[in-house]
């Protein structure tokens, strides 16, 4: 147990949670410089936001790198952690974060939205989910669980005079609030049978005996039920496509990614340190007992098994039928989310490691495509059909060529990082004996191709059905665009290193205390 367990001071606080306290200062201080600029230029105004809140995010994900990633077995008062796997899941969010910044720049640009506001709900949203990836105590979860989907329900209805908009916020907040309420009540049981919020010591009080109350299980299924809606799986999904559709097109890359992120994130670490025997591998004698803990995955992961395998099939099915792109990609994320919990029900540390590879590869190949959706749209829901798309591939060749790459990763060919994501995600299943359900999941992304290859063929194998007219391409926008393009195509040769990290991180589970 660290030293740091039972005390506190503020050099621990910032030793521990600094990278927080660089976002909270940074969204104040951006509050008084939006208004300080409200007299400049509208278009400068905007550039100025994006520029100063991608640097907050940037300094930020530079201390957690540097500063918290070395730290080893370090809790602050029993409420944040610094370990590995918290520091990776953040940084992941950081990176999200600096992508929606610079690309809302020329988003807002090209809707004439110039509201500073929404970069300081993006910073807000930023940092509800790194205090709830970094949170071992169930209540300070939901709390930041909270900061987090407030901020983004408030993004989701940006567009305040869309009635797609309006609509789709009003849905994600009373099936947000449904889904809260879930992960409370869950909450709330489990502190009445052990008496402590702290996933630690729920490991250890339930691994002596109380596991086997059937109040375990209802507790279980609620904080689970609580987080799949997060997660966006099958049957929990019912919000996302209208959501999706409706939201700013940065902001449905953000929710896709970032909060889809932050939702894993908190669920492996959860299910890993509070329900897993997983505690038994730190090699300390207090947490001996938490084998027993391994009883209860004959309740979970039964149930875990047919949400994937739904998730999967109906995510790609619907997909298949969309002729909206933005709605078609939600929908796939729909199903990208299943394809995640093959990693969640392998429960091993191939497992793991998969769920946070593709976490980065799909944080970079979704904002790819979303970036490159905004300024084929132009002005938002202006060009986002299919028939929309036809015969770009010879007018704008560079965002043509930029999505399709972006798609054939979604669907996973190689030489792609979408590829090599979905092969350590089906080969963890596979060595847990999840043969079927891999067999079913490979089936399913022949059905992904499908409606991907789709858009690459409207792009350069049909003509053009009416002049679309691309939005403004800014030096920064196609900078991203083409450094998330890189990203692809790296991690789809050279993977080893992201591959060592991710493993290093998943490793420190073991050792959260």
Known sequence: MSDLGFSFSLSQLWQIAGGQLILIFASLILIFVDLWLTTDEESDHVATMGWLTALSFLVALWYLVHREWPLHEVVLAGVFSAEKFSVFVSAVVLLAGVFASLLSIGYMRNNRMFRGEYFVLLLFAVYGTIAMLQAVDLLMIFIALEVMSLSVYSLAAFLKDSRKSQEGALKYFLLGCFGSAFFLFGL?????LTGTVNITKIAQILSVGPFKHPVVLVALAMLMAGLFFKMSLVPFHMWAPDVYEGSP??????????????????FLKLMSVAFTPILSLSGQPDFQSTINLGMLAVYWKPVLWWLALLTMFVGNLVAVSQQNVKRMLAYSSIAHAGYMSLGLLAANSEGRMAV??????????????????????????????????????YRYPTLSFLMSLFLLSMAGLP????????????????????????????????????YYLRVVWKFYMEEPAREVVAGNISFVTMGVLICLALGVMYFGILPAGLVHIANVAQQSLAMVF
């Open 249 to 266: 097109s940065i902001i449905t890359a953000y929710m896709a990614t970032a909060v889809k992120a932050g939702a894993f994130g908190v």
């Open 415 to 450: 030489p792609t990082a979408g590829f090599i994501g979905k092969f350590y995600l089906f080969a963890a299943a596979i060595k847990q004996g999840y043969f079927v359900l891999a067999a079913l999941g490979v089936m399913t992304c022949v059905i992904a191709s499908y």
């Open 356 to 393: 946070l590879f593709y976490l980065v590869v799909y944080t970079i190949m979704n904002f790819g495509a979303f970036g490159v959706l905004f300024l084929i749209d132009g002005k938002e829901g202006k060009a986002q059909t299919l028939e929309d798309y036809r015969g770009l591939g």
């Open 188 to 192: 709330a049981l489990t502190y009445g």
